[in-house]
């Protein structure tokens, strides 16, 4: 008897045929298609089942019991979400100039436009003047080559990918030296050992956590080893009673066993961000004119540019890289190689710290960023006195993606909060609005950056608050 309960709610569940057609009698202009809307009854019928079956007891079914009005409603949100684009526009008013979650880079106006016109047809692997087939490394290559003086580069679809194919062209079955301080994990738990193991290279470590000198390299050198490779460690530091061996060190220790030598840089950046209060981070073209034979590379870290993983370096190793049949599950698709393309040419003939977001977010000044909280804070307490407490505050940014962890960059924040109701429902009504507009939460108050959006933001910043 204890469980008649239980059952009575089971049997009340609606029966998918009658609850698809009083949803279109509800709804007689919905056009969503009939087998669509049986789906949504299937999962919510199911969902409903699941709660009444693992329920301890008739407390926890509280309002199960649905009207055709509620059922309906139901429907319609399930059928909305999967309806709309689950990919939304986000207000980063985080701070975090990369922030991994909502996508690292913003992309330049020109990166933008480059990809809507790469989106049709477009002549990706066609030489246009020969009226024959192409490459379509081609599109990027000699930027590359001319911004970081390398002899060749190829492009693939992420670092990670990048890093993975290098291994697998040049020591597949042998062993790769790596300092075991090198030994890194990125974002989503992968790590360099694990990607060096699909490579099918063998890993050989050398040195301890925090010392690693060019003996311990040259002592782990033998007939099976195919690869010197050094692995920049940007998402962390290691302080303190410390030695790492240098680009210069390893390219000379390479030279001597004829051995390449690789570096997994990472972030990749092609400017100096030290005037601007960054920590020194090491600049592709200097890598490159301290002979490294291969060097890998983020495109949608502080290059500023779509998701890619780029590979420079000396030509005949390139070739070999490019020539790999691994590189056609890897390659990056047309909109990827206009969007990367349109960027370098920016730091080609443009002005990179002004047009490229991520160096713009960076480089500007405390004075300014000061001055746009300010003049936010004053419009939100003209218009939303009411609604709304509001002050600045002094704070730091940070450049995130796993970039200078240690740099903490001077700005002011706008903390906001609301006179009354829940604050943590407030804060989820702004992330799940139209734009979504999300911030740091510290304390009670909503910390908003002016770093990580733009002035043509503030608007809409100003609509998502009201």
Request: hydrophobic share 40%; aromatic share 4%.
């Amino acid at each position: 008897m204890g469980e008649n309960w239980r059952q009575t709610y089971l049997r009340s569940l609606p029966a998918v045929d009658t609850a698809v057609m009083a949803y279109k009698q509800n709804n007689p202009d919905s056009h969503y298609p009939h087998a669509l809307m049986v789906q949504a009854v299937q999962e919510i019928v199911e969902t409903l089942r699941r709660q009444i079956l693992t329920a301890e007891d008739e407390k926890e079914l509280k309002g199960m019991k649905l009207t055709p009005g509620e059922l309906a409603t139901r429907i319609d949100t399930w059928l909305s979400r999967l309806t709309s684009p689950s990919l939304r526009r986000v207000i980063n008013a985080t701070g975090t100039v990369l922030h991994t979650n909502m996508g690292r880079a913003a992309l330049a106006d020109k990166a933008i436009q480059a990809m809507e016109e790469a989106a049709g047809y477009c002549n990706l692997e066609m030489d246009l003047p020969e009226g024959r087939r192409g490459s379509r490394h081609e599109h990027v290559e000699k930027l590359l080559v001319s911004l970081t003086g390398a002899e060749a580069a190829c492009v693939v679809n992420n670092n990670a990918a990048a890093v993975l194919l290098c291994l697998n062209t040049l020591a597949a079955g042998k062993k790769v030296i790596v300092s075991r301080g090198e030994l890194v994990e990125i974002g989503g738990s992968f790590r360099i050992p694990d990607v060096m193991s699909a490579s099918g290279a063998q890993l050989t470590e050398v040195g301890t956590t925090n010392k690693t000198h060019p003996a311990d390299y040259e002592n782990a050198v033998d007939e099976e080893t195919a690869l010197l490779l050094k692995v920049h460690t940007s998402n962390y530091k290691v302080v303190g009673f410390t030695a790492d061996v240098s680009m210069e060190q390893l390219v000379s220790l390479g030279k001597k066993y004829q051995l390449p030598v690789m570096e997994d840089l990472g972030s990749g950046l092609f400017v100096d961000l030290t005037p601007y209060g960054l920590e020194p981070e090491p600049q592709v073209a200097k890598r490159v004119a301290d002979g490294v034979d291969v060097l890998t590379l983020s495109g949608d870290k502080l290059l500023g540019g779509p998701q890619a993983g780029i590979i420079v370096g000396k030509r005949t190793y390139i070739e070999r890289i490019r020539k790999n049949q691994l590189m056609r599950a890897l390659r990056p698709d047309k909109v990827t190689l206009a969007a990367l393309e349109a960027t370098l040419r920016i730091y080609l003939t443009g002005n990179p710290l002004q047009e490229i977001p991520v160096l713009a977010m960076l480089s500007v000044s405390a004075a300014e960023l000061q001055g746009r909280a300010d003049k936010l804070a004053g419009r939100l307490r003209q218009e939303a006195s009411t609604l709304l407490t509001v002050d600045t505050r002094e704070d730091f940014s940070f450049v995130g993606g796993g970039a200078m962890p240690q740099t903490k960059l001077a700005t002011t924040v706008v903390a906001v909060r609301p006179k009354s109701g829940s604050f943590s429902h407030w804060v989820q009504k702004l992330r799940t609005g139209e734009p979504a507009l999300v911030g740091r939460v510290q304390d009670d108050w909503l910390l908003l950056d002016p770093r990580t959006f733009s002035m043509a933001d503030e608007e809409e910043v100003v609509r998502c608050l009201m």
